[in-house]
């Protein structure tokens, strides 16, 4: 069992920057592959971005460039670095802990609760 708490959500003007963390309890964290993903109104959820244990890296085409995904296996804590922010970047985002590939099946390993990123103009 793995628990995950999301922080770092709020409310940004178009352009800012927002870093997410998640912390991670309950279990050998280097031992999972890490992710975000989002949900926005009327979407399905989808990869934001991933690290894997080895440090592989893997993004959604709409955030490549502006976001980073980072972890510290000795906090037990991945990040997420949201720069240049645009109005459809407005989601909730979930951090997921999995042992199998991000894009394999999208509901698959723990969730945390999620966290509200809102952009304004």
């Known amino acids: 069992q793995v628990q995950l708490v999301e922080s770092g959500g709020g409310l940004v003007q178009t352009g800012g920057s927002l870093r997410l963390s998640c912390a991670a309890s309950?279990?050998?964290?280097?031992?999972?592959?890490m992710g975000w993903y989002r949900r926005a109104p009327g979407k399905q959820r989808e990869l934001v971005a991933g690290i894997t244990t080895s440090g592989s890296l893997d993004y959604g085409d709409s955030v490549k460039d502006r976001f980073t995904i980072s972890r510290d296996n000795a906090k037990n804590t991945v990040y997420l670095q949201m720069n240049s922010l645009k109005l459809e970047d407005t989601a909730v985002y979930y951090c997921n802990a999995r042992t199998i590939p991000f894009r394999a099946i999208t509901m698959a390993g723990y969730w945390g609760q999620g966290t509200q990123v809102t952009v304004s103009s």
């Open positions: 309950g279990s050998i964290f280097s031992s999972y592959a």
